[in-house]
């Protein structure tokens, strides 16, 4: 008897322009990842702005975290729609 390993990946259809996309279990790590990291980024700029209160010209020399453009698995990458219908598909490999 052989064991199947199954792979699961969802499938995005636009509602509103009928475009279809997939993403797995991988690019939702990367993403969560990368809202964390700008997450963390955001804080460390927040922290560096407090630490000089009057806004006074030194503060205008730290240095400043950048964040990163995230992908928005909830909307469409062609029409940037919301209105997205999502489901779970399953193969065996």
């Given at each position: ?8 990946e969802?499938k995005?259809?636009?509602?509103a ?19 964390s990291d700008?997450?963390?980024s955001?804080?460390h700029?927040c ?8 806004g006074c ?11 990163k453009k ?5 909307k469409c ?7 997205v219908?999502?489901?779970i598909i399953?193969?065996?490999?």
């Open positions: 008897m052989s064991t199947r390993q199954k792979i699961k969802t995005c259809t636009c509602k322009c009928g475009n279809i996309w997939y993403y797995g279990k991988q690019e939702l790590r990367k993403v969560k990842k990368e809202k700008n997450w963390s955001e804080m700029n922290s560096s702005d407090l630490m000089c209160c009057g010209l030194p503060a205008a020399f730290l240095p400043r975290h950048q964040t995230v992908k928005d698995l909830k990458p062609k029409c940037n729609s919301s209105a219908k999502k489901e399953v193969h065996k490999v």
